[in-house]
């Protein structure tokens, strides 16, 4: 359990990366959440190498994120983005979206809510 | 009214910076939150000058942060970190924390769920 009146300092480079099986060449790690007594909800990293990224696909949950490196071509609904460092990106729950690396590494923080998540590939139509 | 179908791209650095009052030097924006429809949580970013920080203070609300670039001396609780880039840093509801600026521009990102948030200092005890 954790100690409720201490903070957590983690220096992300030491916490494990794992595979993001539904991705290409795509690495995730979760930088905060449960385990650290985190209430509402979660904080995660993306890490995807050259040619990398994910199919078109659904989260019951939304994302917050911020572009810590790189660039990509990121799809969200009908529109295309050139996603890059210090971009601030929002997708809200439901939505499909995509992402094809263009530069890398991209790596990216995502923020999501304690709720249960659910992937869905979609049928890309274009 | 946001359209709920549609992702959000945003430079960072086209947004606002508003002055922090109970800071040093220190300015804050809002990346992500209400005005895009983000339903549980908001995510801030944060600016810190040479010789700024913030005060010893509680908050009603947790912070899942990630620090950017510089380096700060945060104390949370009874505990002094050095914090920098790449680190993530949990600090849980009322724990009262501090940031004294070490390497200036210290940058991090502060991610605070929708509930209500009031901010009161602390005294010192060292």
Redesign the interface.
């Known amino acids: 359990m954790t100690d409720?009146?201490?903070?957590?300092?983690?220096?992300?480079?030491e916490l494990e990366l794992q595979t993001v099986q539904a991705g290409t060449a795509a690495q995730t790690q979760v930088?905060?959440g449960d385990e650290?007594?985190?209430?509402?909800?979660a904080?995660r990293r993306f890490v995807m190498g050259e040619g990398g990224g994910m199919p078109f696909h659904t989260n019951a949950v939304?994302h917050?994120q911020?572009v810590?490196r790189g660039r990509a071509r990121?799809r969200?609904?009908d529109?295309v983005?050139d996603?890059r460092a210090?971009?601030?990106?929002?997708?809200?729950a439901g939505?499909p979206?995509s992402y094809d690396v263009v530069e890398a590494p991209f790596e990216f923080?995502c923020?999501v809510?304690n709720s249960p998540d659910t992937i869905e590939l979609v049928e890309q139509d274009s």
Do not use: Q, R
Not at 86 to 92: K, L, T
């Open positions: 409720s009146s201490k903070g957590v300092v983690k220096p992300v480079g930088l905060l650290d007594g985190a209430p509402n909800f904080m939304e917050e911020y810590l990121v969200i609904g529109e983005h996603v210090d971009n601030a990106v929002y997708i809200p939505v979206h923080l923020v809510p």
